[in-house]
């Protein structure tokens, strides 16, 4: 039982980090991709998230950013939407790794603490 149990949480702990990949992977190949017009055209060319949501999200989502009393939160939303879809996409991928990671190894050291004979507890615990 304690073999399923831990091949369980293997397998919930690689679903959870996928979209961490995702996310890192999209933002390497947009950047990929503005390397490539570089070098074909010359110039720069620079992709926001602001320009991605506009395109994907309907209209209505951002009325609640431009309709905000909070002007300083305002300027933060629009000023990090606003930055490089590559970077925005890659540093979202990291922190929602490391947020999943901290998550996950908190709720294994409870589950450890609670149950220290299990299998998934650390060597030398008894």
């Not at 369980?8 to 503005?34: D, H, K, N, R, T």
């Not at 070098?39 to 991605?52: E, K, P, Q």
């Not at 901290?102 to 220290?116: F, Y």
Request: proline share 3%; net charge positive.
């Amino acid at each position: 039982m304690d073999d399923k149990r831990e091949a369980i949480i293997e397998w919930f702990e690689g679903i959870l980090l996928l979209p961490c990949a995702g996310l890192v992977i999209s933002g390497v190949a947009v950047l990929a991709y503005q390397m490539y017009l570089w070098l074909r055209n010359g110039y720069w060319t620079s992709f926001s998230a602001l320009l991605l949501l506009r395109r994907v999200l309907p209209a209505q989502f951002f009325l609640w950013v431009k309709n905000s009393d909070w002007h300083g939160v305002k300027k933060i939303i629009l000023f990090v939407l606003d930055s490089s879809l590559a970077g925005f996409l890659i540093v979202s991928g990291v922190v929602l790794f490391f947020a999943l990671f901290l998550t996950i190894g908190n709720l294994l050291e409870r589950q450890r603490k609670q149950s220290p004979n299990r299998a998934y507890a650390k060597p030398g615990d008894t």
